[in-house]
Antibody, heavy 115, light 107 residues
Framework: VHLLDSGGGLVQPGGSLRLSCAASGFTFSSLAMSWVRQAPGKGLEWVSGISGNGANRNYADSVKGRFTISRDNAENTLYLQMSSLRAEDTAVYYC?????????WGQGTLVTVSS | DIQMTQSPSTLSASVGDRVTITCRASQSISTWLAWYQQKPGKAPKILIYKASSLESGVPSRFSGSGSGTEFTLTISSLQPDDFATYYCQQYNDYPRTFGQGTKLEIK
């Protein structure tokens, strides 16, 4: 299993960003996937999860209505579309396999929200 | 939301010591609990799931126990590679929630 997170960067408050997670080494469409974030020097926070076929999606209250999780099973890629970004969204974002426990993780991509 | 509280927040120990970290849930989560290890600058790594099931490839010195609201992670004989931060996580309900972490330091 290999997960490669990308798409992070510096964005102004109120801006948007799309994160990607390229998956390989397993049958991507058969596994639920999630995003988990970690603010600098802080603990882990689950952000969102999606079922294998994309039909079932869940979000943390802190991002509901601003973030959208999606997946392209033909391209073996997971996405997180983030909009109306706030300073408190600054974190390393990890994709992970599963929606319950998280067995495999990407290396993380840093999102910094600042003017 | 289900709150997960770990104790202690920091633990100082020596190589060869037996250490235990406790995780308490604000309501019953049956055995829907996982433990992770995280080293600085790295992604977390799952150690234990369903409270006591050892993830494949994880050394047998790690063990988990508990059910309901109280859980423990035990390392039977600390090795140099074990000094890291440990997190518990419940998956009984949404949102999935983590404990605040326990930093295991070298004494």
């Amino acid at each position: 299993v290999h997960l490669l997170d990308s798409g992070g960067g510096l964005v102004q408050p109120g801006g948007s960003l799309r994160l990607s997670c390229a998956a390989s080494g397993f049958t991507f469409s058969s596994l639920a996937m999630s995003w988990v974030r970690q603010a600098p020097g802080k603990g882990l926070e689950w952000v969102s999860g999606i079922s294998g076929n994309g039909a079932n999606r869940n979000y943390a209250d802190s991002v509901k209505g601003r973030f959208t999780i999606s997946r392209d099973n033909a391209e073996n890629t997971l996405y997180l579309q983030m909009s109306s970004l706030r300073a408190e969204d600054t974190a390393v974002y990890y994709c992970a396999t599963g929606q319950e426990k998280f067995h495999s993780w990407g290396q993380g991509t840093l999102v910094t929200v600042s003017s | 939301d289900i709150q997960m509280t770990q104790s202690p927040s920091t633990l100082s120990a020596s190589v060869g010591d037996r250490v235990t970290i406790t995780c308490r849930a604000s309501q019953s989560i049956s055995t829907w609990l996982a433990w992770y290890q995280q080293k600085p600058g790295k992604a977390p790594k799952i150690l234990i799931y369903k409270a006591s099931s050892l993830e494949s490839g994880v050394p047998s010195r790690f063990s988990g126990s508990g059910s309901g609201t109280e859980f423990t992670l035990t390392i039977s004989s600390l090795q140099p590679d074990d000094f890291a931060t440990y997190y518990c996580q419940q998956y009984n309900d949404y949102p999935r929630t983590f404990g605040q972490g326990t930093k295991l330091e070298i004494k």
